[in-house]
């Protein structure tokens, strides 16, 4: 009797095992273009204009979720010159900065992807949507002056942050996909550009006699829009069909 139950607990050890390898697995390469919205410089929410790259990876849990982690590298470049705000060219800041990103959520298919049936034209288009929770690290340079580069005000700091991104996804072939998604990331930090800490640290006054100081109720964003090219690996004939 002991034999037998040491026998179907290593088979059933074994099935789960097999089950969760069986799983389908996404690979990817992502290229994109963002923008960040905070303090400096233009106030549009989407307006990508420096390029961005990552990687990502998901583990499909059943047809319509999948678990996902991305890494991805984001650039700041914000100029008081460019903005629409008249008071935000009189004061003609500027900042540059680099992000590394990394998050991890839940990507939900508003369509459930049907595994045996991928290939067909109903099923090769997936809307879905990704958010969980993330943490970038960041390192930049702020300026009160542009034209005085030497006078810079070196910043850096590491916060959370939450994604909120939409997609679609277009099934090329059994093992690759074609990715297209843009999102928002909302930071806890009015530090992306530098801001919140140089005027923390220096209390600068500008000639008319005004302090200067940042909106110290509203956080920085970044919002990304991208392509992503997906190599599929694994098996989904563990899920039932859905049609």
Not at 42 to 68: D, H, L, M
Not at 140 to 166: D, E, H, T
Not at 193 to 219: C, Q, V
Not at 226 to 237: C, E, K, M
Request: with cysteine.
């Amino acid at each position: 009797m002991t034999k037998l139950k040491f026998s179907f607990i290593k088979l059933f050890i074994f099935f789960n095992i097999a089950t969760i390898w069986a799983q389908q697995n996404e690979l990817g390469m992502v290229v994109g273009s963002g923008n960040y919205v905070g303090d400096i410089g233009r106030e549009q929410y989407f307006y990508p204009n420096k390029t961005g790259w990552g990687i990502v990876f998901k583990r499909t849990i059943n047809p319509w979720f999948s678990a996902r982690l991305n890494l991805n590298y984001f650039q700041i470049s914000a100029k008081d010159s460019e903005a629409e705000s008249a008071g935000r060219r009189i004061r003609n800041f500027s900042s540059e900065a680099d992000i590394l990103n990394f998050d991890v959520g839940i990507e939900y298919n508003f369509i459930a992807r049907n595994p045996f049936l991928q290939l067909q034209s109903i099923h090769k288009i997936t809307p879905y949507f990704f958010t969980g929770i993330g943490l970038g690290s960041y390192s930049g340079k702020f300026y009160q002056n542009i034209s005085n580069k030497s006078a810079a005000y070196k910043f850096n700091g590491a916060n959370l942050n939450i994604p909120m991104v939409l997609g679609l996804k277009y099934k090329v072939s059994s093992h690759f996909i074609i990715a297209l998604e843009t999102g928002a990331y909302y930071y806890f930090t009015d530090n992306l550009d530098g801001t919140s800490g140089f005027y923390g640290n220096e209390k600068k006054i500008l000639n008319d006699g005004i302090i200067p100081t940042t909106n110290l109720h509203s956080n920085d964003w970044y919002t990304f829009t991208s392509v992503s090219f997906i190599y599929t690996f694994g098996d989904l004939s563990c899920f039932f069909n859905l049609y």
